[in-house]
């Protein structure tokens, strides 16, 4: 039951931090998650260390995800504010 509630506050949590984040942010974070996931997978299906291959696929997938963001850019509009667009 604690877990559960923990893990439950901790999802919420990341949800709210990931909504004040760029676009780039947000897919690097995406890509980062789904490269631990894949990660893991292959590293529990090969034998080899199932937190390493997280690791491994957390940074590819990081990478991956910021580099494919597309061609966004953020203006300001002039009343405080912020907004993003394509370039």
């Known amino acids: 039951m604690m877990t559960r509630l923990v893990l439950s506050t901790l999802a919420a949590i990341s949800l ?3 909504a004040g984040c760029t676009t ?23 034998g ?3 937190a390493g291959g997280a690791l491994i696929g957390a940074a590819a997938g990081g990478l991956l995800g910021a580099a494919t963001t597309p061609g ?16």
Do not use: F, H, K, W
Not at 34 to 39: C, E, N, R
Not at 72 to 87: Q, V
């Open 48 to 50: 080899n260390n199932v």
């Open 24 to 46: 780039t942010e947000q897919r690097a974070a995406g890509g980062a998650a789904v490269g631990a996931g894949g990660g893991a997978l292959i590293a529990a299906a090969t």
């Open 16 to 18: 709210l931090a990931a």
């Open 72 to 87: 966004m850019c953020r203006y300001s509009d002039g009343r405080g504010g912020s907004y993003e667009a394509r370039c």
